[in-house]
């Protein structure tokens, strides 16, 4: 009995943006060693944003401070995403690890931490749309709505600066 078959359907594969393609990548993309020319240990700022990222995906940040807190294992936690970066120097990774702490305990202290830390939560939301694809830092709910936020690591120092930069790299199109 001779039968007729279809031929495979090909999944039609939308296109995406160069940032999910670097986060998708198998094997991940990394550097692998980053060897400083400073005199004084510093982190790339890319390095310092994996780091951060990391930590909000799993909604993790340092004990607060205070006089006699055990060590609440931050930076522990944090090491292997600095080597895994391509970090080899112990004092460059304890400064990206630094670096990091001091960026999540400024977000702590805002005003929108109490807010989004009470909220339900979803964290690294994949999106897949006709016009393109990528991932949502963070996506979250209060009684007012929905909403969505992309986390930046970028340092501003007035906010002329963060609208041209949210110009430059075309955040706002996001």
Known sequence: MKVDL???LAPSIPAADEKTRAREADPPQRIWRVVSTARRPRAPAWVVGKLVHECLHRWRFPAEVQRGFPDDGFDAFLRPF????GLTDPAEIHAA????RLLLERLRAHPLFAEL???ERHHEV????PEGRGVIDLLYRT???WFIIDF??????SDE????????????LQ
């Open 143 to 145: 009684p007012e709505g």
């Open 82 to 85: 600095a080597i895994e970066s």
């Open 161 to 172: 600066e963060a609208r041209s930069i949210i110009s430059r790299e075309r955040y706002d």
């Open 117 to 119: 830390d009470t909220a």
């Open 126 to 129: 994949r999106y897949d749309l």
């Open 6 to 8: 279809l031929e495979p």
């Open 97 to 100: 690890v630094q670096e990091s």
């Open 152 to 157: 930046k690591t970028d340092e501003v120092r």
